[in-house]
């Protein structure tokens, strides 16, 4: 499994998810343009002193990181969809968009629809949860899923 960032903005953010993808031995695959440098201080005191052991890699465009037929989520606001509904397998890409705008249209668009994911939110007055929780709460959920499945098999 692999936990895709398009486009982030804030370091602290991509820190955190490094610090998640370092802890489970994920790979984090950063598509350009970022909005920091990977030297920022921030990005580096959200990961503390585990960012050399981030599996990661960055990319310049997002169909290096996302090929035609990739096993990709996608994770939105608009959709229906919730990431409880659908099965997981070790090879997905976990997908997630910019802080702000989330997912480019050219990206949802070059996957079929079902492919698009919603982590369920109470409150109507909440638009959206914060970057690094959600790609915490999608990569338990997928995992908790796999090693359920292979306990199974």
């Given at each position: 499994?692999?936990?895709?960032?398009?486009?982030?903005?804030?370091?602290?953010?991509?820190g955190?998810?490094?610090?998640?993808?370092?802890?489970?031995?994920?790979?984090?695959?950063?598509?350009e343009?970022?909005?920091?440098?990977?030297?920022?201080?921030?990005?580096?005191?959200a990961?503390?002193?585990?960012?050399?052991?981030v599996?990661l890699?960055v990319v310049?465009?997002?169909r290096?990181?996302?090929?035609e037929?990739?096993?990709?989520?996608?994770?939105t606001?608009h959709?229906?969809?919730?990431?409880?509904?659908?099965?997981?397998?070790?090879?997905?890409l976990?997908v997630f968009?910019c802080e702000?705008?989330?997912l480019?249209?050219?990206?949802?668009?070059?996957?079929?629809?079902e492919?698009?994911l919603?982590?369920?939110?109470?409150?109507?007055?909440?638009r959206?949860?914060n970057?690094?929780q959600?790609?915490?709460?999608a990569y338990?959920?997928?995992r908790?899923?796999i090693e359920r499945?292979?306990?199974?098999?």
């Amino acid at each position: 499994m692999k936990i895709v960032l398009v486009n982030p903005l804030i370091p602290q953010n991509t820190g955190s998810i490094g610090r998640l993808c370092a802890g489970t031995a994920t790979e984090l695959v950063l598509v350009e343009p970022l909005g920091f440098s990977l030297d920022d201080r921030y990005l580096k005191r959200a990961g503390l002193d585990y960012w050399p052991w981030v599996p990661l890699t960055v990319v310049p465009h997002w169909r290096d990181a996302l090929p035609e037929g990739a096993p990709a989520w996608f994770f939105t606001t608009h959709t229906d969809r919730s990431f409880y509904d659908v099965e997981y397998t070790p090879d997905d890409l976990l997908v997630f968009g910019c802080e702000t705008t989330g997912l480019p249209a050219e990206v949802m668009d070059a996957f079929p629809r079902e492919r698009r994911l919603r982590i369920p939110i109470e409150n109507q007055n909440v638009r959206s949860l914060n970057l690094a929780q959600c790609a915490a709460v999608a990569y338990y959920e997928a995992r908790r899923q796999i090693e359920r499945a292979a306990k199974r098999d």
